[in-house]
């Protein structure tokens, strides 16, 4: 069984006599030191370590008790295992006090309790059990004191008796205000500008035939010299007219020597499309020198040229993309400013000015394409206003045309902002249509300290006979068990509501 020895120590015992002492014990001992407040010895780290090393040098279960802070923190840096409190099961262990260079201080008392405090030193005229419980009851205590100012908290919400009222006011923003000004009718503003660009491409809805399939034939030439023609593969013929159709000789053949004399050659017109499609006795000449020596005729009509329809770029493409890419770089635009607001920034839609700065597409229009791609930069301006400065001004000018004779809930205004913007100098004018529930003055701070430290029920009672009340006041306590309403003023929220519908 391990031996636990406690040792209750004064302000004037030095380091080395409690290391003295150390090694005095026998091995495998637990030594709990009990440091009094006014002692400096643990007040240093060095100091500390040094204990701790003489107890390892002992073969000491070393236990260091104080109630300062600062002391157990660095007790735990030397690796010390240090306490608030002695553990009760230790308040019957025989306690001892430092002899020679340290002071005992042993106090006289009566021999009843002497043999109830046997072998239990006293330290300043109270046992260690006294000292303890004495020390534990005054920490409940405080803990109680402190549970009683911090923990409580309520919230008060008031609903008086009101009246909707509305009005039609002109409000500004203007960039030079940080303040609203409740006179002036004008709110802070902030100028916002930003610079977008993207691509976009879509597919192209126009149409147009073109010409696809060759026209295919055959022409007779004939030998208008005594010799033998050579007519080569290529041999261009063609339709008389001021836009001919072409055909090229797809063989090499001969016409044998002697006017008169014919061969047949196969042709393909030149150009695909139906205008390769001609009659028959229409392909009247040839092209070149061969034109002195043959003449050419088609006994037959030509056939197989045709058009093919295709898709292309039309007006109407160009002017949906640059309406489709614009919208999405405004909205893109639109997100980005929305993020960098402030949360009770708004911007009027009226405010903003979007300007296309470039835009470029990859066709032309007529062009054969089946997508239609463009790449645009827009700058987008607008007007970032505050919110709650506007619902301030609001809320001054329907008391003002009340005629001071209440107060407007504030979580009861709505105010709209008209279309029309007009510029006033640095600033922008606004028309703004305000409603709000004017209800009677209600100093909060005077019912706060109405109804500290009174009870949910006594609270409530005092409330509904001072003010005209649209339904009976709400109280929530947190914890709810709590009797008491909170005596800090922070804890004691209180809210004038307009009342619900």
């Not at 007519?231 to 020597?257: D, K, L, Q, Y």
Request: a negative charge; proline letters at 5%; charged letters at 20%.
């Amino acid at each position: 069984m391990v031996t636990a020895n406690v040792l209750y120590l004064s302000q004037h015992d030095t380091l080395d006599a409690i290391r003295s002492y150390m090694r005095t014990l026998p091995v495998g001992t637990q030594l709990w030191l009990v440091a009094p407040i006014l002692s400096r010895t643990f007040d240093s780290l060095v100091n500390l370590k040094l204990l701790k090393r003489a107890a390892d040098a002992a073969a000491l279960d070393l236990r260091l008790v104080s109630l300062r802070g600062p002391v157990r923190l660095l007790s735990r840096e030397a690796d010390i295992p240090t306490y608030l409190f002695l553990p009760l099961g230790l308040v019957s262990t025989t306690k001892r006090t430092l002899r020679g260079s340290m002071t005992e201080r042993q106090y006289q008392v009566s021999e009843r309790r002497a043999r109830f405090y046997a072998d239990k030193p006293l330290v300043r005229g109270f046992s260690a059990a006294t000292l303890t419980l004495a020390a534990t009851v005054l920490v409940i205590a405080i803990v109680g004191m402190a549970a009683a100012v911090f923990v409580p908290s309520a919230t008060i919400n008031l609903r008086p008796v009101t009246a909707r009222v509305a009005g039609y006011f002109p409000v500004q923003a203007d960039t030079r205000f940080q303040e609203p000004d409740l006179e002036r009718l004008v709110i802070p503003a902030r100028s916002l500008e930003l610079v977008v660009d993207g691509h976009g491409d879509i597919a192209t809805t126009g149409r147009s035939d073109i010409p696809d399939g060759v026209a295919e034939g055959s022409v007779v030439f004939t030998n208008k010299t005594g010799d033998e023609v050579a007519i080569p593969v290529g041999t261009i013929v063609r339709t008389a007219g001021e836009v001919p159709a072409r055909f090229r000789t797809t063989e090499t053949v001969s016409v044998a020597g002697g006017e008169g004399n014919t061969v047949r050659a196969a042709v393909v017109s030149v150009d695909p499309g139906p205008s390769g499609n001609v009659d028959a006795q229409t392909i009247k000449e040839v092209e070149g020198v061969l034109g002195t020596q043959v003449i050419v005729d088609n006994d037959a009509p030509t056939g197989g040229g045709s058009l093919r329809s295709v898709a292309t770029v039309g007006f109407d493409d160009f002017n949906r993309l640059r309406t489709q890419l614009s919208n999405q770089l405004r909205q893109q635009a639109f997100d980005s400013i929305n993020a960098n607001l402030a949360e009770s920034e708004y911007v009027p839609p009226s405010t903003v000015e979007v300007q296309i700065l470039s835009q470029t597409g990859d066709q032309v229009v007529d062009q054969q394409a089946e997508r239609l791609g463009m790449t645009m930069k827009l700058r987008v301006r607008a007007m970032a206003v505050d919110v709650e400065s506007l619902r301030l001004i609001a809320k001054a000018f329907l008391e003002h045309q009340a005629g001071g004779t209440g107060e407007v809930i504030l979580d009861s205004v709505d105010v709209q902002l008209s279309g029309e913007v007009r510029t006033v100098g640095t600033a922008l004018e606004f028309g703004a249509q305000a409603s709000g529930e004017l209800g009677p003055r209600i100093d909060v701070e005077a019912v706060r300290q109405e109804i500290q430290r009174k009870t949910p029920d006594e609270a409530a009672q005092l409330l509904s006979e001072e003010y005209q009340l649209a339904a009976p006041t709400e109280i929530i306590l947190e914890p709810d068990w709590w009797p008491f309403l909170p005596i800090i003023d922070q804890r004691l929220k209180i809210f004038v509501l307009a009342p619900k519908p």
